[in-house]
């Protein structure tokens, strides 16, 4: 660790003159080389002597007496400063935990691989269990800086195959016959499925179609006795543990809604104990419309002072259907593609998904695509090329956030997963963003050279582009309108001004959503003294959050923040900030204090 010479900074940065210097693998420790040695990265290390790490120690001091910090995670600080602006990631990961990476050691590898949300799945495992993995995220958040938000997601209602005789797999041969009951039977009987629900084969008649897994295996109803269901295979295939069931009269889906609330008893127990324990996002799985959101999001409010951010999982038929009104209710939507294929065929999963990811963008909500991304790498450390294929497609339709599953949760490869989506989209917005640039230089020639004159130039142009985007958005509630154009304003500028970042200091993040909503190219630095509204801000694309103290004195604010950003040496001299007001101090009733100025770093 660090010798007597060198000066500890807070979180973690060392001033050092010892360039072999070795530390522990932890992000937030960055060495900054001092005088008279190699720098390891001149651009974003520009504190080079003790003079100005004293500078910096003095800065400190006045942080902490002016009661402003920067709460900034040891992982984008790092990535940060490895990779500049530009380089920082803008696609969000979420990792479904699982007995593969529930340890303290996993969950800090994938926090360090950049995990931005752990997904519980409350369909498995024990209360006791989701618990220890809860407290264990939140004790890293607090001992190791990282900003990982916790998100639940419900088991809803289903109908599952709970016991199919074996423990693993089971195979399903040609015209063999099986049973379908509810009735649990003890040890292995061959032939036989137990499924979770008892009135899972209401107004089913003989000579439907049981479909397994969307299409695993597939049979033949041939006769109903009671509940039970006789039933041939007519396309063998194999039983997985947990396999669903779908039920087709004349290749159509049998839609059935069995009665069930969208949130069983324990769905409703789950959600007690995930407030209870401070969660920031609820995924809602099994959403049939707009009602049970609301309800959901009405009742989470009610009871708790944080915000508590309700996603709506589109994963079946009847969510399909009214998608536009769910994704409106809530607050994010996760299309998930596994279950959504057992509902719908296959081949509609991708134009579903663009369509999904195209209206919650419109609606200016969060985005999740979930489920089979890199599904090879449950068994194997690499990842097929079409799944690659997939992932960057996701990218490319600017989803805000990826989400792991088996992957992480059991597989054995799960820091491997998270790199695969790591380096593929880094490398799929690095191409987004020279193809925009492209077509970009298609229209109208820059002519100004110095900031000062493209800053004219462009508040001509983005008038101009204006124009265009309000008819796109007609369709959006009319309480976002003003303020959305503000905000389409300010990413346009950002990226035609070619500014390095932008800051935008918020209190609910709603104006740092609606920045990422124009998905710019420069990072979107959200400081908010609100720690749920920046756990919320973790899922949005290109966001990072910062929580930090804010004064009523905004202009105060804004100065020490770049002042403290500099001195970590985060920016530096000519970097251009694009700073963006959405904190109306208390006193003030207008919205005159929303604003954009560009700031040049000096
Ligand atoms: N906490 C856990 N304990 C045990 N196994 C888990 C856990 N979480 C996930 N898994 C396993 O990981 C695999 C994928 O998990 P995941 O929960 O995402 O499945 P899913 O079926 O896509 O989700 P959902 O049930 O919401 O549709 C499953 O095979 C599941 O058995
Ligand atoms: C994630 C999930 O619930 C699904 O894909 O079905
Ligand atoms: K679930
Ligand atoms: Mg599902």
Redesign the pocket.
Known sequence: MAVASDLVLSRGLIITKNPSISFKSHVSVTPILSKGCQTVKPKYCNLRTKAQAAEVQVLIDQENKHGLSLGFDAVSEGELREKGFLGLRKTKMVC????ACCSMEDLEKLAMGGMNVAR??M???TRE?HLDVIRKIKQLNHEKLFCVSVMI?TEGSQIHVVDHGEPNSVKVEEDSIWLFTAIKFEGSRPFTVKANYAGFSEGIEVGDELVIDGGMASFEVIEKVGNDLRCKCTDPGVFLP?AKLSFRRNGILVERNHGLPTLSKKDWDDIEFGIAEGVDFIAM?FVCDADSVRHLKKYVSGKSSRSIKVLAKIENLESLQKFEEIVEASDGIMV?R??LGVDIPLEQIPTVQEIIIHVCRQLNKPVIVA?QLLESMVEYPTPTRAEVADVSEAVRQYADALML??ES??GPFGQKAVSVLQMASSRMELWSREENRQSALCGQRQLGESLHDRIAEQICNCAVDMGGYLLLFLSIPDHLNSALLDFIYASKLANNLGVDAIFVYTKHGHMASLLSRNRPNPPIFAFTNDDSTRMALNLQWGVIPVLVNLSDDMETNIAKTIDLIKMKGMVKYGDAVLVVLDLTPAHVTSTAFQSIQVKTIV
């Open positions: 479904t935990i699982g007995p519980l799945n369909c498995h495992n269990w997601d947990r799985s998930a596994g279950d489920s599953s088996g949760a059991i």
